[in-house]
């Protein structure tokens, strides 16, 4: 049996930003959220750390993350098996605010 995993995988274009002051700003959500032992969903990914030359995870509580992205999470988390065959989604913010 495969293990079931939440992953986060998607886009999501600032173009409330764009609207502003002509600029394009994107942000990339590729990661899981697992379940923390009082219940709380945690968003985990994977950045480069410039200081150490290293790849860590950083883990935030979702309910801690901004307003846009703990919708987009609500919205478009999918159930994926081990392999992580989730399927891209790409949104402008204003859909998320």
Request: glycine share 6%; net charge negative.
């Amino acid at each position: 049996m495969k293990k079931e995993i939440k992953v986060v995988y998607g886009l999501i274009y600032d173009d409330e930003l764009n609207k502003r002051m002509g600029l394009n700003r994107f942000y990339h959500l590729n990661g899981d959220i697992e379940t923390d032992a009082d219940g709380n969903e945690i968003y985990i990914c994977s950045r480069w750390n410039e200081e150490t030359k290293q790849i860590e995870d950083v883990a935030e509580r979702v309910d801690n993350l901004s307003v846009a992205f703990q919708r987009f999470i609500e919205r478009y988390t999918q159930i994926v098996d081990c392999e992580r065959n989730a399927k891209f989604i790409g949104v402008n913010l204003s859909e998320l605010v």
